[in-house]
């Protein structure tokens, strides 16, 4: 399949998958765009085969022995993709002309598969740092092969990039406690949900907890703005079209966290998003960011945020 045609099947995909993205996309040059979508796809779409649904839909509970087989496919297909041998499927067509374009290393797209893995065998989060290695594996590593998408090399470029990921993770996970919990999985730290006398799948489900877990998302959502603010400072790396883009999803997921925080135990009523007009206003601010961010000092990287491996 060709390059064209790959692409427009991405950008379908994205455009239904992940609105936020798609938007942001847009302000990149194509050659850039082209790439982060097609890598868009292939994560999209390995995270639909593992929970059986459909950009993020309709999720169900799968067995171990179900989901494990469907990893084992998707580690298998994109070992080849990663190392130039003949695919079938254009979604890992499209994650090959990636790694190939920007020599992307074949560790970080398996590394991401090894999140999926966490979610198939039913990895507890007793505490922050088990979240935190998740976080990493299934959006952290993300950032990182964006920014590489990007044209980023720079080792403290890549951290940023991966600390823009883990907040993002962070977000997601304090706007989608009931979701999870509605096919089986409870990524909140378990120790921060004692303290709130909840315990198991059923603790967070229950509607008189609902006080509780709002606290609890609200400490998550606080444990991201020190990566959001890292994050940042990488974007003054970035070329000008990307570091729009970059700044531009950066104030849309931090808002949709505050807006978590903000609706407290309501805050699970109804699926929480950036509107229309939030998501212009955002990109006219990142169009300021991006111009101002060679010009604003570098603070140091916080040592206590999380250190990726790769």
């Known amino acids: 399949m060709n390059t ?6 991405a950008s379908r995909t994205i455009a239904t998958g992940s609105r936020s993205f ?9 050659r850039t765009r082209e790439s982060t979508v097609l890598l868009y796809t292939w994560c999209r779409h390995c995270d639909d085969v593992v929970d059986g649904q459909t950009l993020g839909h309709g999720q169900r509970f799968a067995g171990a022995t179900d989901g494990a ?10 070992r080849a993709a990663c190392e130039g041998e003949p695919v079938w499927d254009p979604v890992f067509q499209g994650l090959a002309q990636v790694v190939q374009r920007h020599d992307v290393p074949a560790s970080l797209p398996q590394e991401h598969l090894a999140g999926f893995a966490m979610d198939v ?18 959006a952290g590593v993300v950032g990182v092969m964006m920014a590489r998408v990007m044209g980023a090399e720079r080792p403290e470029t890549l951290d940023r ?7 993002f993770q962070l977000t997601n996970i304090a706007r989608d406690v009931l979701e999870d919990a509605a096919i089986g999985r409870v990524y909140l730290p378990a120790d921060w949900l004692a303290e709130e006398g909840i315990h198991g799948l059923e603790g967070v489900l229950d509607p008189d907890k609902r006080d509780g877990i709002a606290r609890v998302a609200a400490r998550l959502v606080a444990e991201a703005e020190p990566y959001y603010r890292s994050a940042r400072a990488g974007i003054a790396d970035l070329p000008m079209r990307c570091a729009w883009s970059i700044a531009t999803a950066r104030d849309v997921y931090r808002a949709i966290g ?5 609706k407290g135990a309501s805050a699970w009523d109804h699926r929480i998003a950036t509107s ?3 998501k212009l206003w955002f990109v006219a601010r990142g169009a300021g960011v991006a111009l101002a961010a060679s010009h604003v000092p570098t603070a140091p990287r916080p040592p206590h945020l999380f250190r990726r491996p790769l």
Do not use: F, I, P
């Open 4 to 9: 064209d045609t790959l692409y427009e099947q």
């Open 22 to 30: 798609a938007a942001a996309s847009r302000l990149m040059d194509t």
């Open 69 to 78: 087989s469907r990893l084992r496919q998707l580690q298998e297909l994109t």
């Open 121 to 138: 065998h039913g990895t507890q989060y007793r505490n922050l740092d088990d979240l935190l290695l998740y976080c990493w594996r299934v």
């Open 161 to 167: 990039a991966c600390d823009l990921g883990m907040a």
């Open 258 to 262: 505050r807006k978590v925080v903000s």
């Open 276 to 278: 229309a007009v939030e």
